[in-house]
């Protein structure tokens, strides 16, 4: 049998069927793994093993009972921004260290009533805020393809874990990349979902208007279950679409003659790795050559989105954490008075990156600049989301790089905040959009290293995104390739 931590959630969900696997032998085989090698990876801040393992006895006793639900025993990891009752949950910050909800995230609880089994926490980027992990106030993420690299941010932990065989699929979140750009790290078929087609009830608020929780995976397949598992409306959030959720699974048929895909000449752009580009195009030749039609479109308004995005983030940052201050939430660093209290409490309790946004978005909100800065930030918005209406007129879905260069060295942009922005470059205008973008592994540069690939689709349109990866994935084999950790 293939070993079973390389199994994919569709493949193990076929033998647990069959009776020929046991949840809690597949839990176990995670487990292990866990410990052997993520003292290498450091892709989780929590393992929750006793749970697991209960979660799995119990998966297996329901299938004894004829339950089939859609991910039962199936073991997952979570990025540790989305709330688990009971489980710590620090976001990656000091200033949530010890934090255990009394609830789980829906996205996180949709999973449990699917049969899934949470292994734990995934280290992250403190409050989702960077690119490569570095941001942990707890450890730095090593991508399991080269130790030595980033694994992208700010779901490094769930990216790393999935790749590294250390749970069979995982949950992020994307605010402006932050799915994407690690799993083009990473090599996995990784879900930006449209604003409001997953809850955010849970999620810990950084960008309130961006935030989407989705699925990092092996296989499009493998994410199409998993969103099909946390997709919908859900009462306990108001940006939630009350929308049908489509059969992604059946949607998946190999597909693309007729479709329309649209290259955008904004995105193949002069500084960017050129085996990037060439993989890019191959996939986009390989395309054509399945019966899709290229289109060259463009998205003049592309060039604002780095400003945008560094514009709104931080301001609705800003408000979100404002809540952390020693009084209301989190811990406290007792000064006697209020404003030494809170200024001791938030400046050992946040890191350098949480403090830089928290002063950008204080700024842009404040009286004098919120017209000059924040309301022109959301004009042009509008019109970055309009190039987008614009192009989906005239095509289905379209393609471009996830990122402009492979996974960098550890440490080589930290002393550079607008160096490392700028590896969010591609992928920030579907986030200010709020439309679905799926990342697919499309080939890898000369040091091995993964290059990913875009899917982008209009709002709500997940099952078109998902086929066409799905089509592109099966045609090819660099889903197949496997980082070399033993």
């Known amino acids: 049998m293939t070993q079973l931590t390389a199994l994919t959630i569709t493949e193990a969900l076929k033998l647990l069927r069959a009776r020929q696997l046991s949840a809690l032998e597949l839990t176990n085989a995670y487990l292990e793994r866990i410990e052997r090698l993520n003292p290498q990876v450091q892709a989780y801040l929590t393992v929750t093993a006793d749970v697991a393992r209960q979660q799995a006895q119990a998966a297996d006793q329901a299938r004894a009972n004829g339950a089939d639900d859609p991910l039962l025993g199936i073991p997952l990891a979570i990025k540790d921004v989305l709330s688990t009752r009971?489980?710590?949950?620090?976001?990656?910050?000091?200033?949530?260290?010890?934090?255990?909800?009394?609830?789980?995230a829906t996205s996180v609880n949709r999973l449990k009533q699917a049969g899934g089994i949470v292994l734990g926490k995934a280290n992250c980027d403190e409050f989702a805020m960077g690119s490569s992990t570095e941001n942990s106030a707890y450890t730095t993420t090593r991508n399991p393809w080269n130790l030595e690299r980033v694994p992208g941010g700010s779901s490094g932990g769930s990216a790393a874990a999935v790749s590294a065989g250390l749970a069979a699929g995982a949950l992020g979140t994307d605010t402006g990349g932050s799915i994407r750009q690690p799993g083009a790290?990473?090599?996995l078929a990784a879900l930006k979902p449209s604003y409001g087609r997953v809850s955010r009830y849970g999620l810990v608020a950084f960008g309130s208007s961006l935030d989407c929780a989705g699925p990092l995976a092996r296989t499009v397949e493998d994410a199409a279950r998993l969103l099909q598992a946390i997709a919908g409306h859900d009462p306990l959030d108001s940006t939630?679409?009350?929308?049908?959720?489509?059969d992604y699974v059946a949607g998946l048929t190999g597909?693309?003659?007729?479709?329309?895909?649209?290259?955008?000449?904004?995105?193949?752009?002069?500084?960017?790795?050129?085996?990037?580009?060439g993989a890019v195009r191959a996939a986009l030749s390989h395309l054509e050559g399945m019966g899709a039609t290229l289109v060259p479109i463009s998205l003049p308004h592309t060039e604002y989105s780095l400003p945008v995005y560094y514009i709104i983030a931080p301001a609705e940052a800003s408000t979100n954490l404002a809540r952390y201050d020693?009084?209301?939430?989190?811990?406290?660093?007792?000064?006697?008075?209020?404003?030494?209290?809170?200024?001791?409490?938030?400046?050992?309790?946040?890191?350098?990156?949480?403090?830089r946004r928290i002063m950008l978005g204080t700024y842009a909100l404040s009286a004098g600049y919120y017209d000059a800065y924040y309301g022109k930030a959301q004009a042009v918005r509008t019109l970055i989301k309009q190039d987008f209406d614009q192009a989906f007129a005239q095509v289905d879905v379209i393609i471009a790089p996830t990122t402009p260069s492979t996974a960098f060295r550890i440490g080589d942009n930290t002393?550079?905040?607008?160096k490392m922005y700028l590896e969010d470059v591609f992928t920030l205008p579907a986030s200010l959009a709020g439309i679905c973008g799926l990342n697919v592994p499309c080939g890898f540069d000369q040091q091995g290293l993964p290059i990913g690939m875009q899917i982008l689709g209009k709002a709500f349109s997940e099952e078109?995104?998902?086929?066409?990866?799905?089509?592109?994935?099966?045609?090819?084999?660099?889903?197949q390739r496997q980082p070399a950790l033993g």
């Not at 939630?240 to 489509?246: I, K």
């Not at 409490?345 to 946040?350: N, P, W, Y």
């Open 240 to 246: 939630s679409m009350n929308l049908p959720v489509p």
């Open 86 to 104: 009971d489980v710590e949950t620090t976001c990656g910050s000091k200033i949530l260290k010890g934090y255990q909800p009394l609830f789980d």
């Open 326 to 355: 020693g009084i209301r939430f989190g811990p406290k660093i007792d000064k006697g008075d209020m404003w030494p209290t809170y200024k001791a409490t938030r400046g050992q309790g946040f890191g350098a990156e949480v403090k």
């Open 415 to 418: 002393s550079d905040p607008l």
């Open 255 to 277: 597909e693309v003659k007729g479709l329309r895909i649209g290259v955008p000449e904004q995105y193949f752009i002069d500084g960017m790795q050129a085996e990037i580009e």
């Open 464 to 479: 078109v995104v998902l086929r066409v990866g799905h089509a592109y994935e099966q045609s090819t084999a660099w889903h």
């Open 185 to 187: 790290f990473c090599a």
